[in-house]
């Protein structure tokens, strides 16, 4: 059984997330239309002017849900992006791409998602067009977008859209002709449609949920057959004890809460005794 091919979901997008999201559903059947009147704003901007929805999860539910009610659709699609610290590298931002498929005809949530550090993430103060040229140039400019705004924390005199070197020069002088403005904050514009390097990080996270969407439950054939966590204990090769290192996959189905182990692909018959707790504690 096919649970998607042929069907209709509704994107709920304003910036142009279409463009990399719909040719890939379109491989495996699935059709996608935008809902009139659907501002996605509303549930937080990058800008900080609107709080977002609760965290990252929450959002993107909101934003799904929103996308249903407005096109009368079983089958909604939306995605959320947030930017900070990368959990696993010091000192790297990162970018976390999530996107969720809600399908309330046969009551499935399916996730997919991508970390990268490849983003230009960046902001910072400026007091003449010099050093806002350099710092947008910084950004991608103007291959990428940049926001210019009165200050990093302010939630007034924020200007999107900026495309050119005279958008950038034009905002930059009116606020600083500001009375007792002496310097504006920069930072990269990190809607989707003014950020090809994000674009690229929702590619892969749509790859990710279209490979989610396929893979199976062994018991009860329901899409969204997917890991949920992993089973460490790699032995070290001095002690032969278990390490921190994971060598299984949990795969879990949505539906039925069937599980099963999976070996990770490559990973090592035993780790160096570096990694091991009673050898290097």
């Known amino acids: 059984m096919n649970y998607f091919k042929g069907r209709t979901a509704a ?37 900080r002017d609107i709080d977002r929805a609760g965290n990252q999860l929450k959002a993107v539910r909101t934003k799904a849900h929103a996308a249903l009610a407005l096109s009368g659709l079983d089958l909604a699609i939306a995605s959320e992006g947030s930017f900070g610290a990368d959990p696993q590298i010091p000192f790297i931002q990162s970018n976390f791409e999530l996107i969720l498929l809600i399908d309330t005809k046969n009551n499935l949530e399916i996730r997919g998602h991508y970390r990268s550090t490849e983003t230009n993430m960046n902001g910072s103060y400026v007091s003449t067009i010099e050093e806002a040229r350099n710092l947008a140039e910084k950004c991608g400019f103007p291959n990428h977008g940049v926001i210019v705004r009165k200050s990093e924390k302010s939630k007034r005199h924020i200007y999107k859209d900026i495309v050119t070197y005279a958008d950038l020069e034009q905002r930059v002088m009116k606020l600083l002709k500001r009375l007792f403005t002496r310097k504006i904050y920069i930072e990269t514009d990190m809607r989707a449609h003014r950020n090809p390097t994000r674009m690229q990080n929702i590619t892969k996270a749509t790859e990710d949920l279209i490979k989610n969407m396929k893979s199976l439950c062994p018991k009860c054939n329901t899409p969204g057959f997917v890991v949920v966590d992993v089973k460490r204990g790699i032995s070290c090769n001095l002690c ?40 290097n504690p």
Do not use: W
């Open 11 to 47: 994107l709920a997008t304003m910036h142009g997330k279409e463009k990399v999201i719909e040719p890939l559903l379109k491989e495996i059947g699935v059709n996608i239309i935008i809902p009139k009147g659907l501002n996605t704003d509303a549930f937080g901007t990058f800008t």
């Open 240 to 279: 032969g004890r278990p390490t921190d290192r994971p060598n299984m996959l949990v795969y879990k189905c949505l539906k039925c809460d069937f599980s099963q182990d999976s070996p990770i692909v490559d990973a090592p018959a035993s780790v160096d005794a570096g990694e091991c707790e009673y050898c």
